[in-house]
Every structure is written in C-alpha cells, then in structure tokens.
C-alpha cells in the first residue's frame, strides 16, 4: 500500500500562484510514475500533469501547459505542482496519485494510477 499526502491547497485569487505537495513514507517512490488529476463539483476528474520516475518526461492537460509545472525530488519522496496564474476554472480538489511499480508508460489518464491522496482543496475567486 502506498499512502500519499498532499498538501499547499488553499483559496486564492485569479492570477495567483500555489504550490502543491505530495509526500510519501514508500520506499518505493523513485520506481513509480506520478501525477496530478483534479475533480471539480458536478464533474469527472482530469488528468492534470504526470512525471515520469527520472523525471526526464512531463506531461500536461492542454487547459494548464504554460502554466503549471510539476516536478519530483526523489530524495525527499516528494512530488510538487507549482501552478501559476491560477483561473477561476481551476478551482478542484486536486488529488496526488501514482502509477504501479510495473508501469512502462507515463500516465496521461485517472485510469494509469493505482494509488491516490485524500485531496487538497483549490479555490481560486476572481
């Protein structure tokens, strides 16, 4: 089982930034692709970014490229999502979530991830 918490949500103003964290106690974390989906009320959740294990590749929903930036510090077992100029349609509960130990591909969809945070809440008022 592997147990993710995040943190860094919060409500903010349109054109603010936020930070978002995910921690983990697995030992396995280096081994395992992560990522960052989002649900917003009255919604399905969406994949919002993914990090590969080396963090040599990244990818992004097209409604936040440009504007987010997700990154990983193995050393700390720790996965970021730094999101900048933040819209009103950005506000979700934004889960922290990762793919299994045999995963190839970097996932670009909720159906790639195995293991998934409790959420943190982002509400970005205009």
Not at 45 to 70: C, D, H, L, M, P
Not at 77 to 83: D, I, P
Request: glycine share 10%.
């Amino acid at each position: 089982q592997v147990q993710l918490v995040e943190s860094g949500g919060g409500l903010v103003q349109a054109g603010d930034s936020l930070r978002l964290s995910c921690t983990t106690s697995t030992r396995t974390f280096s081994n395992r692709h992560m990522g960052w989906l989002r649900q917003a009320p009255g919604k399905d959740r969406e994949f919002v970014a993914s990090i590969s294990k080396n963090t040599s590749t990244t990818y992004y929903a097209e409604s936040v490229k440009g504007r987010f930036t997700i990154s990983r510090d193995n050393a700390k077992s720790t996965v970021y999502l730094q999101m900048n100029s933040l819209k009103r349609e950005d506000s979700a509960v934004y889960y922290c979530a990762a793919q299994g130990l045999g995963s190839t591909t970097l996932g670009k969809s909720t159906g790639a991830y195995v293991y998934w945070g409790q959420g943190t809440q982002v509400t970005v008022s205009s």
